[in-house]
Nanobody, 120 residues
């Protein structure tokens, strides 16, 4: 079974920086895409940033220019560098991955979530 283990997050003042990391482990044949989503109470989970194995990135408009996503294909890890953080960035951040576990089978996986809190 593929597992995603997140690290990072925590409490930071507005204007500060935090980094998140996520490592995928298990029967990985090939990673299609990894990314980060976030969720606040009472709201749907929303996309923050994604990156494909070919390093094509996508960002939510609200984080463009402040957040940077990167992936290490050799280590099956994805990182999110968050700069100029705002109180509205406060949320639980979830790692997401779409992974082939066999040549013709892929599934979507989620991490357990990590809290990011930005104080004003």
């Amino acid at each position: 079974q593929v597992q995603l283990v997140e690290s990072g997050g925590g409490l930071v003042q507005a204007g500060g920086s935090l980094s998140l990391s996520c490592a995928a482990s298990g029967p990985i044949f090939r990673i299609i895409m990894m990314g980060w989503y976030r969720q606040t109470p009472g709201n749907q989970r929303e996309l923050v940033a994604t990156i494909t194995s070919g390093w094509i990135t996508k960002y939510a408009d609200t984080v463009k220019g402040r957040f940077t996503i990167s992936m290490d294909n050799a280590k099956n890890t994805v990182a999110l560098q968050m700069n100029s953080l705002k109180p509205e960035d406060t949320a639980v951040y979830y790692c997401n991955a779409r992974i082939y576990t066999a040549p013709s089978r892929w599934d979507e996986y989620w991490g357990q979530g990590t809290q990011v809190t930005v104080s004003s």
